[in-house]
């Protein structure tokens, strides 16, 4: 049999081999557990998993394995977490935390959550987790270092704290000036209480045991796990990563990286699509088919690829079987509507680029000769009909763009940041209006 189990900032590599024989890889996030599970694990130990910044475990990568006759521990720390929310399912949770986890003692994350150094310096923990800090105030009472009130104030600045400012350091500035503060400061030196790392031990010893055949695990009450989209794509990164860049493509980027120009500017755009896909599958965003539809026939319209037959073909020249082409659209709308939320907090970094790129003074210039030009109208436009928005939309893609009219205006103006479609044809109406004086002051100036 062989094991894997993931670890960081509660229990380092060496202390989890003294115990067990095992691959020790670093804090999971989202994928490393299903990885781990296709390439062979018997037995998984989750302790340490990514809660900020990396996308989180998913439980059905979890489940997936235990479907797969695969033993899944947790314990401590995320382990703790989804164990409590999967153990009736066959996942075998370990330790004082999923047990308050399991019994609903405590709920919230940050329970566990450690602010830690990063790889290179071996995950180092730089905060203290609240689930120390209550076993270290119980084992203060239980000395009778802190009575009920004292310990009462300790944890409630504990937990007022954001995790990652959790230090005893901290939470003791936080309480007012009191006699047993000097002598729990002194006590808790030495009397602090690493549960976390405890719990880390007994899974592993747990672990060991199972691995050895002493001990048996209770077997999976799962139904087989249903496989959505979500899951699919998933499956399908975790399948592309393993493969890494094939020959093919590797060469496709060489030959873009001889112009360095496009390769810059293409690398922007894949830096925008990498970030935003992040920010969306950090907070759970998933697309919905019909959006995923109307994605596929912008892309067909975009390309010209009318016919099926049209399609097929393109997919053949990119290289792209059509599940991955589905899963390329799926991912351009996560990362568009993760864009979209923040139009607000982009728009100077908008002016920001445009000033750096040298193209803010000339559509400055464009904005003032606009108001000018629309000032100069003795009569303003009347409030547009529908037919006469459609006029509009007609002239402003088909002869201003040269593309093809939207079927949806409110998300169109959405995608440019404007709040809607009446901002959207105010915005065109103007262009309008600013044009048609443009092409009266030129014939003008030609028959003068």
């Known amino acids: 049999m062989s094991a894997v189990v993931f670890a960081g900032p509660t229990i380092g590599a060496k202390d989890v081999q003294s115990v067990l024989e095992a691959t020790v890889l670093p804090p999971a996030g989202q994928g490393d557990i299903f990885r781990a599970a296709r390439q062979g694990a018997t037995a998984i130990g989750l302790i340490d998993g990514y809660f900020?910044?990396?996308?989180?475990?998913?439980?059905?990568?979890?489940?997936?394995?235990?479907?797969?006759?695969?033993?899944?521990?947790?314990?401590?720390?995320?382990?703790?977490?989804?164990?409590?929310?999967?153990?009736?399912?066959?996942?075998?949770?370990?330790?004082?935390?999923?047990?308050?986890?399991?019994?609903?003692?405590?709920?919230?994350?940050?329970?566990?959550?450690?602010?830690?150094?990063?790889?290179?310096?071996?995950?180092?923990?730089?905060?203290?987790?609240?689930?120390?800090?209550?076993a270290t105030v119980e084992s203060a009472v239980s000395s009778a270092v802190l009575d009920a009130d004292q310990a009462a104030a300790v944890l409630k600045a504990a937990k007022a704290r954001f995790y990652q400012q959790r230090t005893w350091r901290n939470i003791l500035a936080d309480i007012p000036a009191a006699p047993w503060l000097d002598r729990f400061s002194a006590w808790v030196k030495t009397g602090r209480v690493d549960t976390k790392r405890e719990d880390a031990q007994e899974m592993l010893a747990r672990m060991?045991?199972?691995?050895?055949?002493?001990?048996?695990?209770?077997?999976?009450?799962?139904?087989?796990?249903?496989?959505?989209?979500?899951?699919?794509?998933?499956?399908?990164?975790?399948?592309?990563?393993?493969?890494?860049?094939?020959?093919?493509?590797?060469?496709?980027?060489?030959?873009?990286?001889?112009?360095?120009?496009?390769?810059?500017?293409?690398?922007?755009?894949?830096?925008?699509?990498?970030?935003?896909?992040?920010?969306?599958?950090?907070e759970g965003a998933q697309a919905e088919r019909q959006e995923i539809l109307t994605q596929l026939n912008s892309h067909r319209q975009a390309q010209k690829l009318f016919r099926s037959k049209d399609l097929q073909n393109w997919l053949q020249e990119n290289g792209l079987t059509a599940a991955e082409y589905e899963d390329q659209l799926e991912e351009t709308?996560?990362?568009?509507?993760?864009?979209?939320?923040?139009?607000?907090?982009?728009?100077?970094?908008?002016?920001?680029?445009?000033?750096?790129?040298?193209?803010?003074?000339?559509?400055?210039?464009?904005?003032?000769?606009?108001?000018?030009?629309?000032?100069?109208?003795?009569?303003?436009?009347?409030?547009?009909?529908?037919?006469?928005?459609?006029?509009?939309?007609?002239?402003?893609?088909?002869?201003?763009?040269?593309?093809?009219?939207?079927?949806?205006?409110?998300?169109y103006a959405e995608s440019i940041g404007l709040n809607g479609a009446e901002e959207f044809f105010e915005l065109i109406r103007r262009e309008f209006m600013y044009h048609q004086g443009c092409k009266t002051q030129s014939a003008r100036k030609s028959r003068g």
Do not use: C
């Open 208 to 282: 060991a045991a199972f691995l050895n055949g002493e001990d048996r695990v209770p077997g999976t009450a799962a139904e087989p796990m249903e496989h959505t989209l979500a899951w699919k794509g998933l499956v399908r990164r975790v399948e592309a990563q393993e493969r890494g860049l094939q020959g093919a493509d590797r060469r496709v980027l060489d030959e873009l990286r001889l112009e360095p120009e496009r390769f810059g500017l293409f690398r922007t755009r894949a830096a925008l699509r990498l970030l935003a896909l992040k920010e969306a599958r950090r």
């Open 52 to 134: 900020q910044g990396v996308p989180s475990v998913w439980h059905k990568e979890i489940l997936w394995a235990l479907e797969h006759g695969i033993a899944v521990f947790g314990s401590a720390s995320m382990g703790a977490l989804r164990a409590a929310e999967l153990s009736a399912f066959g996942m075998i949770g370990v330790g004082r935390i999923y047990e308050a986890y399991a019994a609903g003692a405590i709920s919230d994350d940050d329970e566990v959550a450690v602010l830690h150094s990063p790889a290179e310096l071996g995950f180092a923990p730089l905060s203290e987790p609240m689930v120390s800090i209550r």
């Open 333 to 411: 709308v996560l990362a568009g509507a993760a864009v979209d939320a923040r139009q607000q907090d982009l728009e100077p970094h908008l002016l920001a680029e445009l000033r750096q790129a040298g193209a803010f003074a000339g559509l400055k210039a464009r904005a003032a000769d606009k108001e000018l030009q629309i000032a100069a109208i003795s009569e303003p436009g009347k409030p547009e009909t529908d037919a006469g928005r459609l006029q509009l939309a007609v002239w402003y893609f088909e002869t201003r763009l040269h593309r093809d009219v939207p079927e949806d205006f409110g998300a």
